[in-house]
């Protein structure tokens, strides 16, 4: 495949997913959907995660099913990661444990509305979690694993990012931030023992989605991907960062628009396609 890595790829079929993104995970946005499936998968594999979310009973159901199944115990933590002290308090629930996989899953829009038509904190809050706190996570985790030599920094992102989009214009903005940021890591990153991927997801039939379909009237559509389908790409893909296309090979294209006439276009036509979603 076109673009895969320097390393050499016996290192990686050396190195299992405890070895390589133990002892410890940290996923952010834990309590279901993509998030969960990823806490599923890893403690199938031996690693435990620290689980953040903002509600806690979603999250102490995951982690009990997690030791049922698997033997492997979580730690669960309720933390709003709209609030300026979110990595604090993410920093205080890991306490001395190393952190192998930081996961940056929490991030949808929930709004589906034009910037104007929305309060402010609706906004801010999105850029809060999506840019700031996703930020200093892979910056304070970023910084103990490149010092061991090993680790990984897995960003959960959406087509969203590759261009802006009416009814969505703050979380298409954090997703492009999200996709220049795990590129520029990666490249600084990848002597350095640690993996950076951002993992672009189509949509995906979580809870949160399904919500957000509900309160339009709108159905959720066949064929979407699966949760645990994505969690698998994205540690499958995470030793061939910077990017994965959920869905698609490494060396397909279809997201380029370089001219400002062709941005123009492709704007337009989603605006078209999502007020036929979100109505207005
Ligand atoms: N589903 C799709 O169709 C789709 C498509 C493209 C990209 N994606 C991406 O996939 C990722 C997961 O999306 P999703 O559909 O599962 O929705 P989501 O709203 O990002 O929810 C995922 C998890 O994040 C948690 N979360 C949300 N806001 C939080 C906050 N302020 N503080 C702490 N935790 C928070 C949720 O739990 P709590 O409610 O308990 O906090 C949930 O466990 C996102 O990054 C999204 O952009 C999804």
New binding site residues.
Partial sequence: MVGEPAKPAGEERSMSIAQKYGPWAVI?????????AFARLLAAEGVPSVL????EA??AALADGIRADTGVECVTA??????PD?LDRIIAAVGDREVGLFV???????NGAYFLDAGIAAWT?QIQ??VMIMTQASYHFGSAMRERGKGGLLL?????CYGGSSHMAV?TAT?AFMLCFAEGLWAELRDKGVDVLTL??????????RK?LAEKGQPVPEG??T?EA?AEAGLARLPHGPIHNFGSPDDAGGFGYASPDDRRQRVLAIEAASRAVFGK
Avoid: H, M, Q, W
């Fill in positions: 952010a946005g834990a309590s279901e959907g993509t998030g969960a953040i979310a903002r509600r979603p999250l309720a933390v709003d990661l709209t609030a979110a940056a899953n929490a991030g949808a829009d929930d809050g979690r999506n959960v992102n959406s087509g969203a979380y997703k672009v997801l189509g949509r995906t039939d979580t809870a949160a989605f957000l979407i991907a949760a994505v």
